[in-house]
């Protein structure tokens, strides 16, 4: 939302935004902004808290689909800022899930953060026509451009993310994905120009972790170069 984009971008505006947000959002959708900045500011201890406060109060209302998806969001969030256990946590999951939509977005993160291993793995459990369509959900998509990517056919890679990316314009996120497959595949402007993409989306993606991971990858590629 536009209060917290403005939070993240010090806007003067912001406490002006915010004033109206907790006027007119529900207390759910303002958990989940708080969330998110508390993440974006490296406030883990307060971010921990308000998502486990939130999965309470959805679980208490009946709403489990809602409580997995929190849980899912703090997991991948957890691991791609704090790594180590937390990272250890998410491979755990991944292991043992059996819903295929969390199946596919634990393991295109878990790839996102240097292991492809559970997305080659995830792809031999997911039906066909999602291993091989290019109109599935996004992380199926990023799922199988990684295992792609780990067999060298990079630009197969590239052209399933490019058409994710077609299909999904506002996910910048997924400009991550095709930063880091052509990296891989050694070309190094293509990946800059897309990093360069996803550092310059929070005000379309908000506080998401693969904004300050593009910046570090972006650095690492323009020192190196």
Do not use: C
């Amino acid at each position: 939302s536009r209060w917290v984009v403005a939070r993240m971008q010090d806007h003067p505006r912001s406490a002006e935004f915010e004033k109206v947000a907790r006027e007119l959002a529900g207390p759910d959708q303002l958990s989940i902004g708080e969330a998110g900045l508390a993440a974006w500011q490296g406030r883990f201890q307060a971010y921990r808290k308000i998502q486990d406060d939130l999965i309470a109060r959805s679980r208490a209302a009946g709403n489990d689909d809602m409580a997995k998806g929190i849980e899912l969001s703090r997991q991948i969030t957890l691991a791609a800022f704090l790594g180590g256990r937390d990272l250890e946590t998410l491979r755990a999951a991944a292991a043992r899930e059996k819903d295929e939509v969390l199946l596919t977005q634990q393991v295109s993160a878990l790839a996102m953060l240097g292991d492809s291993a559970p997305a080659r793995a995830a792809l031999s459990r997911l039906p066909k026509e999602v291993t091989t369509d290019d109109t599935a959900s996004a992380p199926s998509a990023v799922a199988r451009a990684y295992v792609l990517a780990g067999d060298k056919k990079s630009a197969e890679a590239a052209a399933i993310l490019r058409a994710a990316i077609a299909q999904n314009p506002r996910a910048q996120d997924l400009q991550f994905f095709l930063a880091d497959v052509l990296a891989q595949s050694g070309d190094v402007e293509g990946a800059i120009a897309a990093y360069r993409r996803v550092v310059s989306s929070g005000s379309t993606i908000g506080p998401n972790p693969v904004i300050p991971v593009s910046r570090l990858r972006l650095s690492k590629i323009l020192l190196s170069s």
